[in-house]
């Protein structure tokens, strides 16, 4: 193996998900020889220096389950990177639906800790001696609610967003925003116990003494979702002022304002769920220790009162079943969409693997025109599903169809549990581990509590790396988010150090129809070239079968057969495998003078 400063290396980036450190090399060949034996070839090595980065397995060991319950602001953090124009400007249309969907977030988990509080509260309040109608307790939980959420605000300020190297003036705004909001809900939620009001009309819910109180709680499910759902709804409808108006143009107001819905919907239906494994297994150990419960009204803040043994009767224990019947409205709306379009239809996606990923690459490529026809009425339809589930079944529920709902809904909270705090159920695991590592892409900013970033980190490794191989000319290969990673690197940031000859080479990139297509104020023409002007020689490989690969202004596109040649249809994967990227960094070792791919005008491709 050739030795430090010996010219040439290859540095190779993966992609998302949880990957092996070996992962970036081509896959061993197994040969079956018998039912119990099997020979395995050793996977080929280049001749030149290689380094693999791997960058998600330290991301999960720094991060842990934390980095999960943070995923709907980390949502909000990437909306507000969406709503930017190029130039980094922020229009006050969007400014405005940026700031309330996030306030709303953080006032809904506020709501949430002061829920679970007095969860907790309500079942120990007997077996502790704490009189039920003692209104200290109950004050008490909003207040220390709010003031541990703005201290681990100010907490996050100082310890991850104010070290970012991209620290504009609007983080610190919105931290201050988002703190001052909580300490004022906080002391409003202690002086006004809106669990307390007397209210006959929909959402109440009669205590142990017959009277009907505020449902609170749900009524700020209801208004939090209705103040998003009607931007989500009205968004991409609205006409564009001016000339040259494009459905593209509009793609990322609206998914922007989708991103922000999902994120609310995310964070009631999770806390939802932890609540009612919360007050199953409280209630559960309080009656096995001989406690006695709810034998007097209590004080409450947000939480009506429901009874322990009627299952089912607290609304909140049925959110996540709405927020399921929400979710069928945009998949019929998309299906709707793409059923009635001549080029896509839905028949492929029914089919063999091949017509299947063709079809989900055409699908990815034409999200900015589907998006607007997809997103307002499928909110719409969630809307209404989810209205007319509660008319009908407010006060009618019951028997054992109700029962298998709750038990289901149990079922789901142990799972999310699993998931989030064991780290078991690793498919459910391993996708919310991709989804968060393309969310994490983006540095805190518009969301103070979002998820830390990996990309300073990354980028900083990769020079590094790069500094201690010591070469003079090297081959950057970044395959699908690691290709988003390695062309900001060279976008972004001067020369590896010692590096003469630097040539990016990506693979299954979705530098177009994901980031050009819905971050615009970053992925412009102009950075494209910038890539390309940095970069000694810059390759795309990507494939019609690739969902979100596709070619990339500035760069040689090259476009790989698939099934390949044995046969195998690769879809999104099989990069580091292809012979055609393989021969392309050998020839760049080489000195670049039997480069099969390249462009005969240079290094630039208009494609």
Request: contains cysteine; hydrophobic residues 50%.
């Amino acid at each position: 193996m050739p030795e430090r400063g010996d010219g040439f290396a290859e540095i190779r980036v993966h992609g998302v998900g949880e990957q092996e450190y070996l992962s970036s090399i081509t896959s061993a060949r197994v040969t079956r020889l018998n039912p119990w034996a099997e020979a395995v070839d050793p996977p080929l090595l280049p001749l030149h220096r290689l380094s693999l980065i791997n960058w998600s397995r330290s991301n999960r060991r720094r991060t842990g389950f934390l980095w999960y319950l943070a995923f709907p602001f980390t949502l909000a953090n990437v909306a507000g990177r969406m709503l930017e124009r190029p130039g980094h400007a922020t229009a006050a249309r969007s400014a405005v639906l940026l700031h309330v969907g996030s306030v709303l977030l953080t006032l809904s988990q506020l709501a949430w800790l002061v829920v679970l509080g007095e969860t907790v509260l309500e079942h120990v309040a007997g077996p502790l001696g704490l009189p039920g109608a003692a209104e200290g307790p109950a004050r008490g939980i909003p207040a220390a609610a709010a003031t541990a959420l703005a201290a681990f605000i100010a907490y996050r300020w100082f310890r991850v967003i104010r070290v970012q190297h991209e620290v504009p003036r609007r983080s610190r705004t919105a931290a201050q925003l988002h703190a001052g909001a909580l300490l004022a809900a906080g002391a409003l939620l202690a002086l006004t116990l809106p669990a307390g009001t007397l209210s006959p009309a929909w959402p109440s819910t009669p205590g142990p003494d017959g009277v009907q109180r505020l449902d609170a709680m749900a009524l700020w499910i209801a208004l939090s979702l209705g103040a998003l759902m009607l931007p989500t709804i009205v968004s991409p409808l609205r006409r564009r002022a001016g000339p040259g108006a494009t459905g593209r143009s509009r793609v990322p107001e609206g998914a922007a304002a989708g991103l922000l819905l999902l994120a609310l919907f995310l964070m009631h239906s999770v806390n939802a769920l932890v609540r009612m494994l919360l007050d199953g297994l409280l209630g559960y150990v309080v009656r096995l220790f001989g406690g006695q419960e709810y034998d007097a009204p209590t004080v409450r803040v947000l939480l009506a009162w429901d009874d322990p043994l009627d299952a089912g009767d607290s609304r909140l224990d049925l959110f996540p079943l709405l927020a399921l019947i929400a979710l069928a409205g945009p998949v019929l709306s998309a299906a709707a969409v793409l059923l009635l379009d001549r080029r896509l239809g839905l028949g492929p996606l029914f089919g063999a693997r091949e017509p299947r990923l063709r079809w989900w690459h055409r699908v990815v490529a034409g999200a900015p025109a589907l998006l607007p026809r997809v997103l307002p009425a499928g909110t719409a339809l969630g809307a209404g599903g989810m209205g007319a589930a509660m008319i009908l079944g407010e006060g009618r529920l019951g028997g054992p169809w109700l029962a298998l709902a709750v038990l289901l809904l149990q079922l789901a909270g142990a799972a999310a549990v699993l998931t989030l705090l064991l780290g078991q159920l690793r498919t459910v695991q391993e996708v919310l581990g991709r989804a968060a590592d393309a969310a994490g892409f983006w540095p805190v900013r518009d969301h103070p509590l979002a998820g830390a970033s990996y990309r300073e980190a990354v980028i900083a490794g990769i020079e590094q790396e790069a500094a201690r191989l010591g070469p003079t000319r090297v081959a950057l290969v970044g395959y699908s988010q690691g290709s988003v990673i390695c062309a900001w690197l060279v976008a972004e940031t001067r020369a590896l150090r010692g590096c003469r000859e630097l040539h990016l080479v990506t693979t299954g990139s979705p530098l177009v129809p994901l980031y050009a297509a819905f971050f615009p104020a970053y992925f412009t023409p102009g950075w494209f070239g910038t890539v390309a002007g940095r970069s000694t020689g810059w390759a795309n490989f990507w494939r019609a079968t690739d969902p979100v690969g596709s070619p990339v202004p500035g760069a040689v596109n090259v476009e790989l057969t698939d099934p390949d040649a044995a046969g195998t249809v690769q879809g999104h994967g099989g990069y580091w495998n292809a012979p055609e990227v393989s021969k392309y960094v050998a020839a760049v070792a080489a000195g670049g003078r039997d480069s099969p791919y390249q462009h005969p005008a240079g290094r630039i491709d208009p494609t």
